[in-house]
């Protein structure tokens, strides 16, 4: 049983900068292609990053790119997203994923991964 427990979010302001931290309890982190999406009320869900095990094959969505950066830290059994240049519109819920079996071409797409985190809530204030 893989659990995925997320931290960092909170309250910033436009502009500001968050980083969130996703700890998996599975010692194997380096099998998994790791990601994050982001879900807030009223809207789709998204997919904003992902990173394959060794690195090599990196996702970022459109709305996103530039400003965030995605990392994996295998020995410590966590993934990364560094947030920058935060906006009102990034407010969402952003959950941890992870999958064991995800192409490349396909690290983006949400229903490909097999666990999810609980979430943490980014709040952007105008």
């Known amino acids: 049983q893989v659990q995925l427990v997320e931290s960092g979010g909170g309250l910033v302001q436009d502009g500001g900068s968050l980083r969130l931290s996703c700890a998996v309890s599975?010692?194997?982190?380096?099998?998994?292609?790791m990601g994050w999406s982001r879900q807030a009320p009223g809207k789709e869900r998204e997919f904003v990053a992902a990173?394959?095990?060794?690195?090599?094959?990196?996702y970022y969505s459109d709305s996103v790119k530039g400003r965030f950066t995605i990392s994996r830290d295998n020995a410590a059994n966590t993934v990364y997203l560094q947030m920058n240049s935060l906006k009102p519109e990034d407010t969402a819920v952003y959950y941890c994923?992870?999958?064991?079996?995800?192409?490349?071409?396909?690290?983006?797409?949400?229903?490909?991964?097999?666990?999810w985190g609980q979430g943490t809530q980014v709040t952007v204030s105008s």
């Open positions: 994923a992870a999958g064991a079996r995800i192409a490349p071409m396909t690290l983006g797409v949400a229903r490909e991964y097999d666990y």
């Open positions: 599975d010692r194997t982190i380096g099998r998994y292609v």
């Open positions: 990173i394959s095990w060794s690195a090599g094959n990196i």
